[in-house]
Nanobody, 122 residues
């Protein structure tokens, strides 16, 4: 059974940090790139970051550059999203997804996790 399980969300004050985890199982981790998306109430799902399986290249949406860092532990089949200097506008449900290639388009992802809530208070 394919599973992507996110964890690490929570409530944090503006300026604080959280580290999200995405644990993958049931598919060949090395064959997929892993992306993080987020969805705020009433808004479309937005790509945040992605990391390639081939060479660890990383990509970020402009709004999180310099604040968020994506990384991968291939031995654990887990991808992390370190989020620093959090802002209220970062509040959303965060999802990880697996795709053949990194993409900002959610339709190109084959597998998704259930999401984890991140709430940043002002």
């Amino acid at each position: 059974e394919v599973q992507l399980v996110e964890s690490g969300g929570g409530l944090v004050q503006a300026g604080g940090s959280l580290r999200l985890s995405c644990a993958a199982s049931g598919f060949t981790f090395d064959d997929y790139d892993i992306g993080w998306f987020r969805q705020a109430p009433g808004k479309e799902r937005e790509g945040v970051s992605c990391i390639t399986s081939s060479d660890g290249s990383t990509y970020y949406v402009d709004s999180v550059k310099g604040r968020f860092t994506i990384s991968s532990d291939n031995a654990k089949n887990t991808v992390y999203l370190q989020m620093n200097s959090l802002k209220p506008e970062d509040t959303a449900v965060y999802y990880c997804g697996a795709a053949p290639s990194c993409s900002w388009f959610s339709a190109e992802y084959d597998y998704w996790g259930q999401g984890t809530q991140v709430t940043v208070s002002s």
